[in-house]
């Protein structure tokens, strides 16, 4: 689906005179927006998710059968043991137990078939549209040519939307338009623990992501129930630490706690903490097993009750995590996770088994959401909502460029919530719901800081200073964010009211 949310003022692009092309930020801050759509509640979303319920029931009935035949087995062999088994009363008996025997392990074979077919055929499905989207985005990038050219040429023109139309269309194209060293490392570093997960849980084995129970902070707001509105009083956790963790007390009475997961922070050669590369090794190729300790040992500091309401969210390789955590059964049995959001993580083209309402939210222009060469898995209750917005005022702030950074998707999420109407269908609206019914109230947010070390109690690799997960330098509020030390993690505003 492609849908206008609101209409656009005269943008750079191809067929307009360059003189009426020139931005003014005073009378344009937003120069166009637009939405598309792919998953959620569609027909054929709802019909896989029909048929891979009946599959699943269908494999519950061939291990009954499994069961049934390894008896009936046994029976066979204890009389087959007795002295008069020869008798010829017993024959014909025996001919009727053994054809029950055949007929069982047949129909074993054939359910058993029917499963593992309709899985196959599923998996061969969601292959092929991944295959299709992968091309459609690859157009999309080349039929904005024209308009990058223009942009390129005027004065005035947006080079942030340049440099991330080169960065996203090299990724996409499976390489790297511009020569960035540490852009490409970024994506080789992510393809890299996705497509050697055992190397990755191997190097991981022997480490252990530890928080400190002492939170490093804490603030309050009042949440308007707009999930814009929530990310934007995110925005300083990753300054400040690892795991964030917000009570909403609503009018009802209720509490609900919303999880949220910043991206990676690169420091040089430091490894120790917590959002190391190491943590995108964890991401991406150890389904997150120490960012899930991490994660339960600060709901149980933050005191969240098991069963309580929690709704995680995650920027970045933060998307990585929660993708992980809610498709971890035994964490969404422990917890009730009506929904979840990821907003500019990678593509992962695997299926989600629990039933969390799950929504991607990412740029148009954003190059790590396909780092991977993937794209997220649809399904009824998943949704990428995939938003083109342009900002003369974004600045590129890494080498993933301006369309990756929080505030560049925090300010598209909110323009998309005051268009909702226009831009999203109502069921995709009520998906979108599903999470946003939770984020109104008084939020109280504590955060957490972790650190990695080695399993006898050593810290990681560190580029000279003290394993302090309260002394990081600063600067990596989005992915990445390149420093060259020297500054560090200041304390965060007073808490608001």
Known sequence: MLKSAIPAPVIIGPGTPISEQAWDSSLHPTSGFSVRTAGGPTNINLF?????????????????????????V?????????????????????TQFGTMLTRTAGTEVLLDQASTGAEAAHQAYRDVETTVQSWFTLLLRV???????????????????VYDWLVTTGVVTGGLALDTPAASALVSALTAAEEHADLSAELLEGHEQVLDPIPANEFFHVGDGTLGNHLQ???????????????????????????????????????????????????????????????????????????????PIGHSMGGGHVLNLVNNTSWTEKYTVPAAATIGSPGQNKRV????????FEDERDPIPHALGQRH????DRLSVIYDH???QSEVGSVAGSAHSLQHNTDAISTLEDHASDALSAEETAHLDVLRGHLAGNVRTMMFTTRWQSRDGAVGKSSGNAANPADRAAGSRDLPSQRTGGRRRGSPSAPAD
């Open 377 to 380: 898995q649809e399904s009824a």
């Open 233 to 311: 009083n995110m925005a300083e956790v990753s300054d400040h630490g690892d795991i964030a963790v917000s009570s909403i007390e609503k009018q009802s009475g209720e509490t609900s706690y919303v999880l949220y997961l910043p991206g990676v922070d690169i420091d040089g050669l430091n490894t120790d903490h917590g959002r190391s590369p190491m943590s995108l090794a964890d991401a991406f190729g150890n389904d997150s097993q120490h960012m899930s300790a991490a994660v339960e040992d600060a709901l149980q500091t933050a005191g969240v009750p098991e069963g309580a309401t929690v709704l």
């Open 48 to 72: 896989w998710d029909s048929l891979l319920e009946a599959a699943e029931r269908v494999e519950a009935a061939a291990a009954v059968f499994t069961e049934i035949r390894q008896d009936l």
């Open 353 to 360: 088994e629990t039933d969390v309402k799950l929504t991607h």
């Open 143 to 161: 039929s904005d040519y024209g308009l990058v050219v223009e942009h390129l040429l005027t004065p005035d023109g947006d080079k942030s939307l």
């Open 390 to 392: 342009q900002n003369p």
């Open 74 to 94: 046994t029976v066979a062999g204890e009389l087959g043991s007795t002295p008069g088994h020869l008798h010829w009363r017993s024959l014909g008996f025996q």
